[in-house]
């Protein structure tokens, strides 16, 4: 499976976002797929991921801010970021896992597949 992630960009504490990641391939709907981050420094870490029966999994430093979607038919994922904070400024990357879900474990470990990665910079 392709993965490629848009959306990223710059934007003020407070603001909004929405990532997309457009998921191809042969066998792209055997994927489960999420998205993690990268800040500078720091390692890589689970954001928010999505189930095949709609189940979602969140970083408690996200609850509330990020929602995560998918549109199935389009082999597309969301992640709408609002509420951001200079903490959120980071790397993100679309992640795909084999399988039906992430099952609560959204760690590196679980990635089968990354994206290139989108820019996301919170600063005023």
């Known amino acids: 499976v392709q993965l490629v992630e848009s959306g990223g960009g710059s934007v003020q504490p407070g603001g909004s976002l929405r990532l997309s990641c457009v998921a191809s391939?042969?066998?792209?709907?055997?994927?489960?797929l999420g998205w993690f981050r990268q800040a500078p420094g720091k390692k890589r870490e689970g954001v928010a991921g999505?189930?095949?029966?709609?189940?979602?999994t969140y970083a408690d430093s996200v609850k509330g801010r990020f929602t995560v979607s998918a549109d199935n038919a389009k082999n597309t994922l969301y992640l709408q970021m609002d509420s951001l904070q200079s903490e959120d400024t980071a790397t993100y990357y679309c992640?795909?896992?084999?399988?039906?879900?992430?099952?609560?474990?959204?760690?590196?470990?679980?990635?089968?597949?990354w994206g290139q990665g989108t820019l996301v910079t919170v600063s005023s």
């Open positions: 999505i189930d095949s029966d709609g189940t979602t």
């Open positions: 992640a795909a896992t084999h399988g039906f879900g992430w099952y609560q474990d959204l760690t590196s470990a679980r990635v089968d597949e």
């Open positions: 391939g042969r066998f792209a709907d055997r994927y489960s």
